[in-house]
């Protein structure tokens, strides 16, 4: 999944994408943890991915408040 892919989605949409992605990383950890091994790739593909829903959610929140504030950052 690219960045540019998730930009075009709603605040709502990501936050559905970022809840599956955690269960997905929880359910490859139990596997880890029972024994059967799952791809080693899989775990780093899986952060990378949260890693970059939650930046684009930072993005569209940083947007929102520039918007509400006209521009201005406050100190």
């Known amino acids: 999944m ?8 709603s605040a709502a949409e990501l936050a559905d ?15 880890r943890a ?3 091994a799952p791809k080693p790739d899989q775990f780093g593909k899986v952060r990378r991915n ?3 829903v939650k930046t684009v959610l930072r993005e569209v929140s940083v947007d929102a ?11």
């Open 65 to 75: 408040t520039q918007a509400a504030t006209g521009g201005v950052r406050k100190k």
């Open 2 to 9: 690219e960045a540019k892919e998730l930009r075009t989605k």
């Open 50 to 52: 949260i890693a970059r």
């Open 34 to 36: 029972t024994g059967q």
């Open 17 to 31: 994408e970022l809840v599956k992605l955690r269960k997905e990383q929880f359910a490859l950890r139990m596997q």
